[in-house]
């Protein structure tokens, strides 16, 4: 059976896991760096895509076997439902059954890892989506899923606290060099003194922000410029290269 990974449906459905904000938050942690959405997309499918070889390999080692109707259990198997989102169990009950359409059937009952008891066919030849042998093939792309999910991701991340933007950069606002009002009343001199728009690269130099990654700081600055108290400064550049005027009495 190919992996759950290999199949359209899987992305088109993703929805964000606490697993996955926790390695957002990793990401964030250990580079102290904002990231853009495809970047923390990316983070996000080579986790999930890790996460399954890790149960693979563990799967394996534990003798797990992929559950199909055609195929005979006995007592005691380990077999994974791909119908149950990968749900393992343990065979713990085998009896006979009958099937108006294909005559003597067996039913396993099956003691589910995560509680409870379910019974599944087995022994059942006749056409059944499950008992379809599908060509394994190489795990797609990430970024066949990148964009999707970071449309998915930037909505969860804007719902939680934790997290700001500045255009297609996120960051974790518990990281963010500290800019207070010397460095924006600086900030606002030098565009002056220069009498057009600076680029955010300028100003970090001048500014002297104390801490923090370069990235950390141009983002820092970036946010604080766009989010001034009193408005002192526009963009007229873009987010990816922003370059700061003062909104008044400035040659952009």
């Known amino acids: 059976m ?31 760096v ?12 080579q986790g ?63 003691q589910m890892d995560r509680g409870g008891e379910r019974e599944f066919v087995a022994d059942y030849s006749a056409e059944h989506p499950l008992n379809v042998e599908v060509k394994a093939e190489a795990t797609p792309t990430s970024q066949a899923a990148v964009a999707p999910i970071g449309d998915i991701l930037e909505q969860r991340l804007g719902e939680t606290a934790e997290y700001t933007a500045f255009g297609d950069l996120w960051f974790r606002k518990d990281l963010m060099p500290d800019v207070h009002i010397g460095h ?22 001048e500014v002297e922000i104390a801490q923090g990654e370069p990235a950390a700081r141009a983002f820092a600055l970036n946010y604080a410029l766009a989010h001034d108290p009193d408005q002192r400064f526009t963009n007229t550049g873009t987010d990816a290269k922003p370059r700061w005027a003062l909104r008044q009495g400035v040659t952009v």
């Open 2 to 32: 190919a992996p759950m990974f290999d199949t359209p449906e899987y992305w088109q459905s993703f929805s964000i896991s606490g697993r996955d904000l926790d390695r957002v938050e990793e990401v964030f942690l250990d580079t102290g």
């Open 34 to 45: 904002p990231k853009t959405l495809s970047e923390l997309a990316e983070i996000i499918v």
């Open 48 to 110: 999930r895509l890790q996460d399954d070889a890790d149960r693979q390999a563990r799967e394996a080692n534990e003798n797990v076997r992929q559950y199909q109707p055609k195929f005979r259990y006995e007592m005691g198997q380990r077999l994974r439902f791909s119908a149950l989102d990968n749900a393992v169990g343990t065979v713990i009950g085998v009896r006979d059954g009958d099937n108006p359409h294909v005559g003597r059937i067996t039913v396993i009952r099956v």
């Open 184 to 205: 924006l009343n600086i900030a606002e001199a030098l565009i002056d003194v220069a009498g057009e728009a600076q680029p955010t690269a300028t100003l970090v130099k």
